[in-house]
């Protein structure tokens, strides 16, 4: 029923929502790859982020292809982001361990 709408008022939209599904399952994809092949790679925050911020790439890439400012294919936008977000989680993962473990820090020496 919303797809009405969208071919009715926007010229290609049914197209874009074709390919943003595309996108999320491609989204989908490299998590769970990554998780069966990578296992350490992908925790929790890692999927939960790469999910929500390369669905905002797909919905960026829409409106910012529609209002001409640059084209970028959903699906690749979609899979670079999601790469990047569990790349980004990981260093960040593995900081906060090291830092944690290290008795030299300045966090260890405080008390709470």
């Not at 970028?72 to 999601?82: H, L």
Request: one cysteine or more; charged letters at 15%; proline letters at 4%.
């Amino acid at each position: 029923m919303a797809i009405l709408p969208l071919a009715i008022f926007i010229r290609g939209a049914i197209l874009d929502s074709g390919y943003v599904s595309y996108a999320i399952r491609a989204i989908g994809a490299v998590v769970i790859l990554l998780g069966i092949y990578k296992s350490r790679w992908v925790s929790s925050l890692a999927a939960n982020l790469a999910v929500t911020i390369g669905t905002a790439a797909i919905l960026i890439c829409v409106i910012a292809n529609r209002l001409q400012w640059f084209s970028v294919d959903k699906p690749y936008g979609a899979v670079a982001t999601t790469l990047f977000a569990i790349l980004f989680v990981n260093v960040y993962e593995r900081l906060a361990e090291k830092k944690k473990a290290d008795p030299t820090s300045p966090r260890s020496h405080r008390r709470d």
